[in-house]
């Protein structure tokens, strides 16, 4: 059974930093290309973040890019997210999600709020 954990969310103010992780079970995690997708209340799913299985690409949405770092390390199977010069924009619930042929596996989500 594949599971996607995540980590890291929670309350901080405008300019601060989080650090997001997912902890990926049951399935073989280098094979994977992961993403960060974020969904605010009312608002469309935004894909934040992508990683290739060998960590050779990444990819940014440009709402994020030079304040975020995707990162995954494939011995301990788990994907980061640092999050930099936080803002009150950026609050959502924070999803991770492998993906591989089509076939996407999501994780349950941790909420971010950018808030003083």
């Known amino acids: 059974q594949v599971q996607l954990v995540e980590s890291g969310g929670g309350l901080v103010q405008p300019g601060g930093s989080l650090r997001l992780s997912c902890v990926a079970s049951?399935?073989?995690?280098?094979?994977?290309?992961m993403r960060w997708y974020r969904q605010a209340p009312g608002q469309e799913r935004e894909l934040v973040a992508q990683?290739?299985?060998?960590?050779?690409?990444?990819n940014y949405a440009d709402s994020v890019k030079g304040r975020f770092t995707i990162s995954r390390d494939n011995a301990k199977n788990t994907m980061s997210l640092q999050m930099n010069s936080l803002k009150p924009e950026d609050t959502a619930v924070y999803f991770c999600?492998?993906?591989?042929?089509?076939?996407?596996?999501w994780g349950q989500g941790t909420q971010v709020t950018v808030s003083s």
């Open positions: 999600v492998a993906r591989l042929l089509g076939k996407e596996f």
């Open positions: 049951g399935l073989t995690f280098s094979n994977y290309a």
């Open positions: 990683i290739t299985a060998a960590a050779g690409y990444t």
